[in-house]
Each structure stands twice: as structure tokens, then as C-alpha cells.
């Protein structure tokens, strides 16, 4: 994969080097698979937690399904939606 900023900048791959750092650690913790069906059924799962149940810290420690809901949820009840074009002034 071809880095996405200028050299030596070595924060362009942080992002994926925090998953594979997390999943090496939570999976490898017990050891290693007997199969490999086993290691790409574990990883499966560990990649749909990290992204939808995992709290996230750009999310203010929400997981994903929780902000998908927030946002849902005007629309279940008949309430337009938040949209940039709505949405309050941003306090700064």
C-alpha cells in the first residue's frame, strides 16, 4: 500500500497499525489456531466488533452503533434529520 502523505510523515499509517496492533494482541493473547478456519472465523469477528461495538475515541467513546441509532432515530419518530444545513452553530 503507497503511503498517503509525504515522506516522513509517520502518522499517515496510524490508523491501521492501531487495528493490527489491537487484533494481534487480543487475538494472540491465548496462543495460536489449530486451523486456519478457526483464526479467519475469530478475525471475522473481531473485525465486525472493532467497527460497529468498539468505543471509538473520535466518536467521544461511543461505538458506532450507538451513533447510528442517535441518528436514526428522528427519522423512526417522523423528525427530519440533523443535516449540516439544520445543525446549530458549532461552539469553538
Not at 15 to 44: D, M, N, P, Q
Not at 53 to 76: D, K, Q, V
Request: proline content about 5%.
Amino acid at each position: 500500500m503507497q503511503s498517503i502523505s509525504r515522506r516522513g510523515n509517520c502518522y499517515d499509517n496510524a490508523h491501521a497499525e492501531s487495528f493490527w496492533s489491537r487484533l494481534k494482541t487480543v487475538l494472540l493473547a491465548a496462543g495460536s489456531f489449530c486451523k486456519l478456519s478457526e483464526a479467519r472465523l475469530e478475525i471475522s469477528h473481531y473485525i465486525a466488533y472493532y467497527n460497529a461495538e468498539r468505543r471509538h475515541s473520535a466518536l467521544g467513546y461511543l461505538a458506532p452503533n450507538y451513533i447510528e441509532a442517535l441518528a436514526e432515530a428522528p427519522r423512526i419518530a417522523g423528525r427530519p434529520t440533523l443535516t449540516a444545513r439544520n445543525a446549530p452553530p458549532s461552539r469553538r
